[in-house]
Structures are given as structure tokens and as C-alpha cells.
């Protein structure tokens, strides 16, 4: 071990930074877990009175070395070696020989390498809060690292439990061989030494060193047992004399564990000094960290449950307005609906505000990441440059709409126009109420409303009057968009004369909502006059080139004359059956088709461009 750590304490010595070696305090504190596992080499073998020390190869231990493509004399820059040093000292200081060490020695080693592992984990504590600062700002983080504290506790209290356990099997027989037992040296008591006790000695020590619960014991009697204290259940149970490893980890866990958890209750002491300080140590341990695990999980449920506070108070205020009110079933239950909808999306965060007191790059980049998708989606808005977006984007306003909450209806002014993140709607015109006019169609994802603020905002003339509405819009479920106003739409084209563009015109008239109904609207009109026309058109040949034909007919007779006042008079009833209504003139039908046109939309002023 010398001959690895020296050269390697050497490189580091003269290096800088220590950044990367950092990551070898990871391991440290998984091999703080594997050290208490050492006691559990001990085996007590109880029918032949011996120890077996047989030390398991630490795993861990050879888990991962720096290799030799790692430059050390990149090393620590900021911090010098003896951190770095006493790091890997905790990490590789151990007993390493194969040859069976003395118990005290053992303990000794192993006391004197773990008090630094556990001295290390108040640095790494506080080194981690700083650098991410999870520990102290999540409160299921600090929660997640207490319990893990809690269960290491009771990993290492369980550990030495059973060391301990073992220290009093043997110090009974010390005593009884001190006592009642010539030539009994301590070396017998382990499994390299050869016994050479008189005969008989190991019945004489069994019956003195008899494992008996305290509450069995007769207080009258001369010859009790010996009082193993808190130690009758590791000695008893026989995990001590047992091979599983499995089984010895899990039961001293599991006792290490009920005893901090009770802050030493359950511990029924005799009265030797040392296991009295043992069991006053768990009791203060549990003590302290039950309270830390206690107080971090009541710090996380507050921070969970505060907010439902937050909301339950606010509908519990709701409620009173709209008794004092005398609001209607209705519009209750609307309202209802809408701050429950509201809490479901926003966990009571009030977005807007949060978003407004960030920096103004960071407010930026937050609402390009936000909108700017949906922003793009508008084929007016995909036009502009990033200088022109970026403003637009920022007076963006989240909004949130309930199930079958109208937006807007039509002839109502329009002073919003709304961005669609999430959502559908339907929206629908009767072009002023109309009677047989009807348009309709649905709003998704990505979709927008609301373009006729845009008509209103490219006119160069200032106008405080809103536009109105050509169409009803209905949430069809529940909403989230980002709404634009009309006061930010008409200041952006004020002030960026860019937006008034010769080329946005065509591109205006080709996605406007408004636009596409007029313009389907016309082109059904103008069929049904172009079909008209050309019907009566063919009825006028028609009837031509039968008058035409009738003419150059020689002869004439009755007869033929009744035919021919036949056929005009079927003419004329066959043109007016194809009339509407049956009687209209033919003046009247092109009126007719007109009044189911809707008023052509307002063109925008785009002669601005040389501004």
C-alpha cells in the first residue's frame, strides 16, 4: 500500500487543481457503508470456546484507481495536496495482510480509518450545497439525504452491536477462566492458537457463560449467569455463530434500526460501564437524526401543502363574493370551474408576475422559447426579422379559458388577438345575422384568432375605436393560449414602420380567417350568377331556333298555329319554374345572391413601406 500511495501523494503534490479527484469522494461514501461490514468477520465459534478473524478482501477497495491516461499535473490548482491526501488516506487506510491480526488491533485499525470517513461527510455536505445547493433548496432532497443518513446510523449501530455482542461472550470467558479455570491464557480463545486448558474446561465455561434473557434470572440466586445486557439477542439469535454473511447484515440492521428509531427504549442495560455509554450514544444519535429526517419531511409536505392552502383559502373567498352577490347557479359554477382549472395548471404560480420581475434577456429568451413557435405559425408575423419578433413576443400575456367560455362574440369589439398553445375552438359567423347564412369552422393547436386587430393596427390613421368582430369564438375545451392586445399591436406597427410591407399584403388576405369566408362567400355568389345567366342563356337559343323554325314553315293551318302558341307558352313556364320562388323577376334573383354575401373585409393600408 505504501509503495502505491507514495508516488501517488507525490504527483499530487505538485499539481493544481483538484477537480477530478473529487469524483473519488463518491466512493468514499459507499465504502463509509462497507466498513462496518468488517465486524462481521468476527465468527464466534461457541462449542470449542474460539474466535475466527478471518478478514474478507474489502471489494471496494480495489473498485477504481487513477489510471495512467489521467495527467496529474492537472491536478488541483485551487486547493493543495492535503486534502487531496487525507481524501484517499481515509479511502485506502485498512488492514491488508493475510496473516490473522489481534482483535484489539482490528478494532483499532478500523476505528482509526472510519472516524475520518465520518469526520468527511460534513465537507462533501457542504461542498455539494454549495456548488448545486439541492440539499437545502429541495426539500425532498434534503429529506432523501437524511433518511440515507438514518439508514447508514443504522447500518453502523447494528455493526457494532454485534462486535460488541461478541466482546462480552468473551470477556465472560475470561472470567470464568480467571476465576474457576487454571492455565486458561487468552490465546486459547482463537482458532490459530492450540488449546492447552486442562480437560473438561470447556463444559466449566459453558454452564458459567449460559446465555439467559435478564427477565429469567433469579435475583436469589448465587450462581446467575452472566449479564450480557443489550447483548443477549446477538448471542442468542445465533447470527454470531453463523456463515451467511446475508443473515448477520440484515438482523443487526434491522436491530440497529428499531433502536434508533425508539431513541434506545427497547435497551435493557446491565450495568457495565461501557455498554451503558454505547446505549446512551444510540439513544442521543437517534435522537438527533430522527429530528432531521422528521424536520425535512415536514418540510417538504409544508411546501407541497402550502400551496393547496393557498388555494382552498382563495375558493373559500370565491365562495363568500358570490353569496354576497347573489350570482346565479351558473355563472357559480362557471367560475367554479375556471379556478379549478386555473390551480391544475398553474399550481397557484401566477405566471405573468414571475416572468416580469427576470431580467430583461433572460424574460426574453424565456417568452422566445414559449411563443415563438406559435408566433411563427402566423404567416404575417413568420415575415418579420428577429428584431421585429422578439418585441412582439415579449408582450405576450398566457390567458386560460374554460369549456365553453365565449372569447369573443360577433359585432362585440375586438381587443385581443389570441395565439392557441393548447386547446380547441369553434367559431362561426351568420354575417350579421342573416337569415341562411352560416359559416363555421374549428381552431387547434397552433392556430389564431382575432386577425381583424391586425387590419386595424397596419391603418396609418390613429383610431381609439376597437374593430368588431366578424365571428363568434367558443372554447369547445379547455384553453391555453397567449393573448397579443390591441394597444401592444398598435404600438409595435407604429413604431417598427417594417411591419408595413407591400408583400404582407397578399399574404394577409391569404390566411385571414375573415378573408377566406368573403372570399368563398363571393366565389359561390358569382357561380350562382354564372350558372344563371348561362341556363337562361340556352333557354333563349332554345326558344329562338324554334320561333326561327316555326317562321320558315309553309303553309299554315289551325293546328299549327296551336302549336306554336303551345310552345311558347310551355318556354315561358319552363324559365319561370327555374326562377326562385317561381315568380321572381329576373331583376331580382342577382339581389338575392348579394345579401348572402358578407361585407368585403377591410383592406389594410400597406402604401407605408417607404416610411
Known amino acids: 500500500?505504501?509503495?502505491?500511495?507514495?508516488?501517488?501523494?507525490?504527483?499530487?503534490?505538485?499539481?493544481?487543481?483538484?477537480?477530478?479527484?473529487?469524483?473519488?469522494?463518491?466512493?468514499?461514501?459507499?465504502?463509509?457503508?462497507?466498513?462496518?461490514?468488517?465486524?462481521?468477520?468476527?465468527?464466534?465459534?461457541?462449542?470449542?470456546?474460539?474466535?475466527?478473524?478471518?478478514?474478507?478482501?474489502?471489494?471496494?477497495?480495489?473498485?477504481?484507481?487513477?489510471?495512467?491516461?489521467?495527467?496529474?499535473?492537472?491536478?488541483?490548482?485551487?486547493?493543495?495536496?492535503?486534502?487531496?491526501?487525507?481524501?484517499?488516506?481515509?479511502?485506502?487506510?485498512?488492514?491488508?495482510?493475510?496473516?490473522?491480526?489481534?482483535?484489539?488491533?482490528?478494532?483499532?485499525?478500523?476505528?482509526?480509518?472510519?472516524?475520518?470517513?465520518?469526520?468527511?461527510?460534513?465537507?462533501?455536505?457542504?461542498?455539494?450545497?454549495?456548488?448545486?445547493?439541492?440539499?437545502?433548496?429541495?426539500?425532498?432532497?434534503?429529506?432523501?439525504?437524511?433518511l440515507f443518513l438514518y439508514m447508514l446510523a443504522s447500518h453502523v449501530v447494528g455493526a457494532f452491536w454485534y462486535l460488541f455482542g461478541i466482546e462480552r461472550q468473551v470477556a465472560c470467558w475470561r472470567k470464568m477462566c480467571r476465576n474457576n479455570i487454571t492455565a486458561c491464557p487468552d490465546q486459547g480463545f482463537y482458532c490459530t492458537a492450540e488449546n492447552q486448558s486442562e480437560p473438561h474446561y470447556l463444559d466449566k465455561i459453558s454452564h458459567f457463560c449460559r446465555i439467559v434473557e435478564p427477565d429469567d434470572q433469579n435475583e436469589n440466586s448465587i450462581n446467575d449467569p452472566f449479564d450480557y445486557g443489550i447483548f443477549t439477542k446477538v448471542l442468542k439469535s445465533g447470527v454470531v455463530e453463523s456463515k451467511y454473511f446475508l443473515d448477520k447484515l440484515s438482523y443487526c440492521f434491522w436491530w440497529g434500526l428499531r433502536s434508533l428509531s425508539s431513541l434506545g427504549q427497547n435497551l435493557d442495560t446491565s450495568t457495565y460501564f461501557w455498554e451503558i455509554v454505547f446505549a446512551v450514544s444510540i439513544a442521543i444519535a437517534g435522537l438527533?437524526?430522527?429530528?432531521?429526517?422528521?424536520?425535512?419531511?415536514?418540510?417538504?409536505?409544508?411546501?407541497?401543502?402550502?400551496?393547496?392552502?393557498?388555494?382552498?383559502?382563495?375558493?373559500?373567498?370565491?365562495?363568500?363574493?358570490?353569496?354576497?352577490?347573489?350570482?346565479?347557479?351558473?355563472?357559480?359554477?362557471?367560475?367554479?370551474?375556471?379556478?379549478?382549472?386555473?390551480?391544475?395548471?398553474?399550481?397557484?404560480?401566477?405566471?405573468?408576475?414571475?416572468?416580469?420581475?427576470?431580467?430583461?434577456?433572460?424574460?426574453?429568451?424565456?417568452?422566445?422559447?414559449?411563443?415563438?413557435d406559435l408566433i411563427m405559425k402566423v404567416p404575417m408575423f413568420k415575415k418579420m426579422d428577429q428584431q421585429l419578433r422578439d418585441p412582439l413576443v415579449d408582450r405576450l400575456k398566457p390567458v386560460l379559458y374554460t369549456q365553453d367560455s365565449y372569447i369573443v362574440r360577433e359585432g362585440d369589439p375586438v381587443d385581443e388577438m389570441l395565439f392557441i398553445m393548447r386547446g380547441n375552438l369553434a367559431t362561426f359567423t351568420t354575417n350579421g345575422g342573416i337569415t341562411g347564412f352560416f359559416n363555421t369552422a374549428d381552431l387547434g393547436d397552433g392556430d389564431f384568432c382575432g386577425e381583424e386587430l391586425l387590419t386595424w393596427a397596419l391603418y396609418d390613421q390613429s383610431s381609439t375605436t376597437f374593430p368588431l368582430s366578424t365571428r363568434t369564438v367558443v372554447a369547445k375545451a379547455e384553453v391555453q393560449a397567449f393573448a397579443l392586445m390591441a394597444e401592444d399591436l398598435k404600438t409595435m406597427a407604429s413604431q417598427f414602420r417594417k411591419l408595413h410591407n407591400k408583400e404582407l399584403q397578399h399574404t394577409f388576405k391569404c390566411y385571414s380567417e375573415q378573408w377566406r369566408t368573403w372570399a368563398a362567400c363571393f366565389i359561390q355568389s358569382a357561380w350562382r350568377r354564372y350558372s344563371k345567366k348561362n341556363h337562361e342563356r340556352a333557354l333563349r337559343d332554345s326558344e329562338n331556333r324554334l320561333q326561327f323554325a316555326l317562321a320558315n314553315e309553309t303553309g299554315t293551318s289551325a293546328s299549327l298555329g296551336a302549336t306554336i302558341y303551345a310552345s311558347r307558352f310551355a318556354a315561358h313556364l319552363l324559365r319561370a319554374l327555374r326562377r326562385p320562388k317561381g315568380g321572381c323577376t329576373r331583376t331580382r334573383a342577382p339581389q338575392r345572391v348579394l345579401q348572402l354575401l358578407p361585407p368585403k373585409p377591410a383592406v389594410p393600408d400597406f402604401s407605408a413601406e417607404d416610411h
Open 1 to 146: 500500500m505504501e509503495a502505491i500511495l507514495i508516488p501517488f501523494c507525490g504527483a499530487i503534490l505538485s499539481t493544481g487543481r483538484i477537480s477530478n479527484w473529487r469524483r473519488i469522494s463518491l466512493r468514499d461514501v459507499v465504502v463509509r457503508h462497507r466498513v462496518p461490514q468488517r465486524f462481521s468477520s468476527y465468527e464466534l465459534r461457541s462449542r470449542r470456546k474460539e474466535i475466527d478473524a478471518k478478514r474478507r478482501e474489502d471489494f471496494l477497495e480495489r473498485f477504481w484507481w487513477p489510471k495512467d491516461h489521467l495527467d496529474l499535473q492537472r491536478i488541483g490548482h485551487r486547493r493543495r495536496s492535503s486534502i487531496v491526501f487525507f481524501d484517499q488516506v481515509v479511502v485506502l487506510l485498512g488492514p491488508k495482510s493475510e496473516v490473522p491480526l489481534l482483535k484489539e488491533m482490528l478494532k483499532a485499525v478500523i476505528f482509526s480509518q472510519y472516524v475520518p470517513r465520518l469526520l468527511r461527510i460534513y465537507p462533501l455536505y457542504v461542498e455539494v450545497t454549495r456548488t448545486s445547493g439541492i440539499l437545502t433548496e429541495t426539500a425532498w432532497a434534503g429529506a432523501a439525504y437524511n
Open 288 to 372: 438527533v437524526l430522527f429530528s432531521l429526517l422528521i424536520g425535512n419531511m415536514q418540510k417538504y409536505l409544508q411546501s407541497t401543502t402550502v400551496k393547496v392552502e393557498e388555494m382552498r383559502v382563495r375558493k373559500t373567498d370565491a365562495e363568500q363574493w358570490m353569496s354576497q352577490r347573489m350570482l346565479p347557479t351558473d355563472l357559480r359554477e362557471r367560475v367554479r370551474r375556471y379556478e379549478q382549472y386555473k390551480w391544475l395548471e398553474t399550481r397557484g404560480v401566477e405566471e405573468e408576475n414571475l416572468i416580469r420581475n427576470l431580467p430583461k434577456d433572460l424574460r426574453r429568451d424565456i417568452k422566445r422559447h414559449l411563443c415563438l
